[in-house]
T-cell receptor, first 112, second 117 residues
Framework: GDSVTQMEGPVTLSEEAFLTINCTYT??????LFWYVQYPGEGLQLLLK?????DKGSNKGFEATYRKETTSFHLEKGSVQVSDSAVYFC???????????FGTGTSLTVIP | DTEVTQTPKHLVMGMTNKKSLKCEQH?????MYWYKQKAKKPPELMFV???????INESVPSRFSPECPNSSLLNLHLHALQPEDSALYLC????????????????FGPGTRLLVL
C-alpha cells in the first residue's frame, strides 16, 4: 500500500543553517504531497503542498519539489530561524484522495 | 477566517466519566475529521464526516462516539475511557466533503489534551 518514509530526528541546527528534511513515498499513480508543521503545544498547519510531478511548493522560505523519478518530496530552507523549531510531518494523499498517510514526523530545534 | 476552534483545551477525566470534546469551524467546509495524536507520533485518523454523514470510521472503539449536529460543529463523546486513551485529540476540516477529499488542505484546530486517570 501507499506509505511515507520520513527522515529520523531529532535535528538540531544553528540559526541561519541550511535545512533539509528527507521524505520519500511509495504510491500508485500520482499522489498529492504535503508538509505540515506542528509548533509546540499547537495543532498542525499546512506548510506547503504539491499535486503533480515537478511542482514546487513554497511558503515562509521553505520549499519542496515533487520528484516522481526519485519518489521524493524533501523539505528545504536556506536559513533557519529559532522560530522554525517545530515538528515537521510529510504526508501523502493517494491519487483517489480517499486515503491519507502521515510520516513519522521530524523534530527540528534551532539554537541561537 | 481559517480557524478551527476546539474546546476544552485540556480535560482530565476518570474512567467512569462521560465527557464531550467540541470542534467548530466557520469556513463553510463540508468535511470534518477527528485525529488522535500520542506524544512524539503522527496523528492517527479516527473519523471523517462528509456533509454531516459519517464516511470513515477507522475501527475506533465504541467508547468514542462522534456526532456532527450541523455543518459547522463536530463533537466527540467519550465514555468509559482507558488510561491509554490519553492523548491530544485534533479536529480538522477541509472544503470539499466529496470523494477525493484528502487531496485538499486540512485545517487543524489546536487540539484537546486529554488525560484519563
Amino acid at each position: 500500500g501507499d506509505s511515507v518514509t520520513q527522515m529520523e530526528g531529532p535535528v538540531t541546527l544553528s540559526e541561519e543553517a541550511f535545512l533539509t528534511i528527507n521524505c520519500t513515498y511509495t504510491a500508485t499513480g500520482y499522489p498529492s504531497l504535503f508538509w505540515y508543521v506542528q509548533y509546540p503545544g499547537e495543532g498542525l498547519q499546512l506548510l506547503l503542498k504539491a499535486t503533480k510531478a515537478d511542482d514546487k511548493g513554497s511558503n515562509k522560505g521553505f520549499e519542496a519539489t515533487y520528484r516522481k523519478e526519485t519518489t521524493s518530496f524533501h523539505l528545504e530552507k536556506g536559513s533557519v530561524q529559532v522560530s522554525d523549531s517545530a515538528v515537521y510531518f510529510c504526508a501523502l494523499s493517494d491519487y483517489t484522495g480517499n486515503q491519507f498517510y502521515f510520516g513519522t514526523g521530524t523534530s527540528l530545534t534551532v539554537i541561537p | 477566517d481559517t480557524e478551527v476552534t476546539q474546546t476544552p483545551k485540556h480535560l482530565v477525566m476518570g474512567m467512569t466519566n462521560k465527557k464531550s470534546l467540541k470542534c467548530e469551524q466557520h469556513m463553510g467546509h463540508r468535511a470534518m475529521y477527528w485525529y488522535k495524536q500520542k506524544a512524539k507520533k503522527p496523528p492517527e485518523l479516527m473519523f471523517v464526516y462528509s456533509y454531516e454523514k459519517l464516511s470513515i470510521n477507522e475501527s475506533v472503539p465504541s467508547r468514542f462516539s462522534p456526532e456532527c449536529p450541523n455543518s459547522s460543529l463536530l463533537n466527540l463523546h467519550l465514555h468509559a475511557l482507558q488510561p491509554e486513551d490519553s492523548a491530544l485529540y485534533l479536529c480538522a476540516s477541509s472544503q470539499g466533503g466529496t470523494s477525493g477529499g484528502f487531496q485538499e488542505t486540512q485545517y487543524f484546530g489546536p487540539g484537546t489534551r486529554l488525560l484519563v486517570l
